[in-house]
């Protein structure tokens, strides 16, 4: 059963750090592209960084230059470090693959992690 499971989330103040984890129960992890994506209050979900297969890097131009994605294969885990962080990346982050995992009719998503930035 597909299961992705997210943590590292809080309150920090502007300017700060948080890094971010996401386990994910899911075959075949290594030939799938993972992405973070994250969706703020009153806000449809959005992309914000994903790392291929192959190791290449993506990354919304809001978070670009503060933000980093990672993958460990033999982990199953992606990571984000996000530094210098801003108000605006307030939100609910969670991640999935890039396009994200579908079951039956619908995609899978975990319950994501909350970021919270104080100015």
């Known amino acids: 059963q597909v299961q992705l499971v997210e943590s590292g989330g809080g309150l920090v103040q502007a300017g700060g750090s948080l890094r971010l984890s996401c386990v994910a129960s899911?075959?075949?992890?290594?030939?799938?592209?993972m992405g973070w994506y994250r969706q703020a209050p009153g806000k449809q979900r959005e992309l914000v960084a994903s790392?291929?297969?192959?190791?290449?890097?993506d990354y919304a131009d809001s978070v670009k230059g503060r933000f980093t994605i990672s993958r460990n294969n033999p982990k199953n885990t992606v990571y984000l470090q996000m530094n210098s962080l801003k108000p605006e990346d307030t939100a609910n982050y969670y991640c999935n693959a890039n396009p994200p995992l579908r079951s039956g009719d619908g995609e899978v998503w975990g319950q994501g992690t909350v970021v919270t930035v104080s100015s």
């Open positions: 790392v291929g297969s192959g190791g290449s890097l």
């Open positions: 899911v075959r075949f992890f290594s030939f799938k592209n």
